[in-house]
Every structure is written in structure tokens, then in C-alpha cells.
């Protein structure tokens, strides 16, 4: 009789793995991100505040699937005899605008309407640093437990993959 050559299919512990690699290393810059806004809000609390003058402000709605909202806000204010101009409204605000409501972002434009003399708050040891909102958005919370738990699931399919490939490599060894 012949040789019978038995062929077994790869169970797909590698493309598994390579996807949860992947979702763990977007939400680890997408944790870092936060962290960093977290941290810098949390650091703001000893800024001074000061009068700033709403230079122009605007949201920006994106076409299409998934709509993006996104405000713009631009203030000049003075610190001793220098002029400053800013553009950071929230240490959340350019990168993480997801974690705002379209109803929140329309409250916060008209807020910030140009010409408004507004309170904002200046860093004490780099007056060219200012933001105008130094608080946490309400999302926060949810967005971080939403992170915490992807990244869970994330890495138990990193694990997942890596049990099932070493069960495939060792049936590969039991049938040479």
C-alpha cells in the first residue's frame, strides 16, 4: 500500500492572532492619547485664569457614513505685555472630538461666538500654553471602559490564537 498523506488545514490561529495585534497596538495609541489629555487636564488645575477674546470659532460637520463633528475655536489674550493666540479649546477636543455630542459641540460654538470675552486659563510656566475648557468630558468614563474592555477582548483573541496555533503545530508533530 501506499504512502497516505494527510493534509491538515491551518485553523487560522495566525490571522486571529495578526488581527488582535493589531486592535491591542490602535487601542494602546488610542489609551496613550487619552492618558495624555487626562493627564494634562488634571495638571491644568493650577493654571491661571485670565480674559481671552473669541477670535473665530466654527463646527465642522463631515459628509458622508459616520459623520464627524468638530469645533474650531481661535482666542487672543494677553499675559504681562505679550499677545498670545490660540487655538486649544480642550485638551479632548482636537484629537478626541468623539468624546463630545453634536448638541454638546453646537452649545459649546455658541459659547465660544467670536467677539465673546470668555475665561480662559494660561499655564503659569509657558504663557503660550492655553485652553479655554480644562474639564473632562462627560464621555470620558464610558470611552475608557469601552477601550479597557476592546483591549481585553483584543488580547484574549491574541491569546486565543496563539493556544490554537500551538495545537496545530503540536497535532503536526503527532502525525509526522
Request: proline share 2%.
Amino acid at each position: 500500500m501506499g504512502r497516505v498523506i494527510v493534509r491538515q488545514r491551518r485553523a487560522g490561529g495566525g490571522g486571529w492572532m495578526l488581527f488582535s495585534g493589531v486592535l491591542v497596538i490602535v487601542l494602546g495609541l488610542l489609551a496613550a492619547a487619552c492618558w495624555s489629555a487626562w493627564r494634562d487636564a488634571r495638571d491644568s488645575a493650577a493654571w491661571s485664569a485670565t480674559s481671552c477674546t473669541i477670535l473665530e470659532s466654527r463646527t465642522f460637520v463631515s459628509s458622508g457614513k459616520g459623520a464627524e463633528f468638530r469645533l474650531e475655536v481661535r482666542y487672543g489674550y494677553r499675559t504681562g505685555d505679550q499677545s498670545h493666540v490660540s487655538d486649544r479649546w480642550s485638551f479632548f477636543g482636537r484629537h478626541l472630538s468623539l468624546l463630545y455630542t453634536r448638541r454638546h459641540l453646537y452649545h459649546l460654538e455658541g459659547k465660544f461666538a467670536a467677539g465673546a470675552v470668555v475665561p480662559c486659563f494660561v499655564d503659569p510656566a509657558d504663557p503660550s500654553q492655553a485652553v479655554l475648557d480644562r474639564g473632562v468630558p462627560h464621555r470620558f468614563q464610558n470611552f475608557v471602559l469601552t477601550l479597557a474592555g476592546l483591549a481585553l477582548a483584543g488580547t484574549g483573541l491574541f491569546a486565543y490564537g496563539a493556544v490554537l496555533s500551538a495545537r496545530v503545530r503540536a497535532a503536526k508533530r503527532t502525525t509526522r
